[in-house]
């Protein structure tokens, strides 16, 4: 009896070994990882990786992991020269295969996501212009909405009133609800459902070319395909897939 203990206190001890060589494999791997995609991506900031599955080794052994979930920050937006932050930018890869020399891998498959805050798609808006949450029923028309004072609006895009009707359109607030797209799988288009008639010809239309505007999303991997919108509480949340996305390299 006493030998099998001896036996079953040593297997203990050694399995201990054997995960704590494990994890220390897994963080180091996340940490290379991490370095890598900041350098390849060009990113300002290192992202976090967490490789899943157990046992680790077992899956470099086979040059296969399992899911590999990554986090990026230092994503940007971009619109009429502005550039906003896109949070919460989140990555979850499938069957990530290692190259013979663990210098690069590929995933088979890719499910990203994103979020733009209010605050943030309010940076990149036009001028005097706010963007919000339009409520549940807009939201799930897939709606935000924006206002802003009528003036700043023509102003801010350096559009020029006639004296002679600055007095019509002052203290004027344009109020609206915009349809939110995606075109191209990384440019969001934000248009406006209706739109106030003004009592300056020609007006409504310049007043149209002002509140429609692009933002496009730079950064993601550019095998990961944005193809769904939705308008949350929160702001805008973005997501996609894509295949055989590279990891590192």
């Known amino acids: 009896m006493r030998a099998l203990r001896i036996l079953l206190i040593i297997t203990v001890i050694l399995g201990g070994i054997f995960v704590a060589a494990d994890r220390i494999a897994v963080n180091l791997a996340e940490s290379e990882a991490a370095d890598k995609i900041k350098s390849s991506q060009g990113l300002s900031s290192t992202p976090e990786i967490s490789i899943k599955g157990f046992p680790f080794l077992t899956q470099v052994a086979g040059k296969e992991l399992e899911e590999v979930d990554v986090s990026l920050t230092g994503i940007t937006a971009t619109a009429g020269g502005h550039s906003v932050n896109v949070t919460e930018v989140k990555a979850e890869l499938r069957n990530v295969k290692i190259d013979s020399t663990f210098s690069s891998a590929v995933a088979d498959r890719a499910d990203g996501s994103a979020r733009i805050s209010y605050a943030d798609l ?40 006639p004296g002679a009707f600055k007095g019509l359109l002052a203290g004027r607030t344009v109020s609206t609800y915009s349809t939110v797209a995606l075109k191209g799988g990384s440019t969001v288009q934000l248009r406006a459902e209706s739109l106030p008639t003004l009592p300056v ?32 509480d929160g702001g805008l949340r973005f997501s996609g897939t894509g295949t055989s996305v590279s990891l590192a390299g």
């Open 122 to 161: 309010t940076k990149a808006a036009p001028k005097g212009a706010t963007v919000g949450y339009a409520g549940a029923d807009r939201a799930a028309k897939g709606q935000v909405k924006v206002t802003g004072p009528l003036t700043d609006l023509l102003d801010g895009a350096g559009i020029q009133v």
């Open 201 to 232: 010809p020609g007006f409504d239309e310049k007043l149209r070319k002002v509140i429609d505007y692009d933002l496009k999303i730079d950064g993601m991997p550019s095998s990961i395909k944005l193809d769904k919108v939705q308008a949350t």
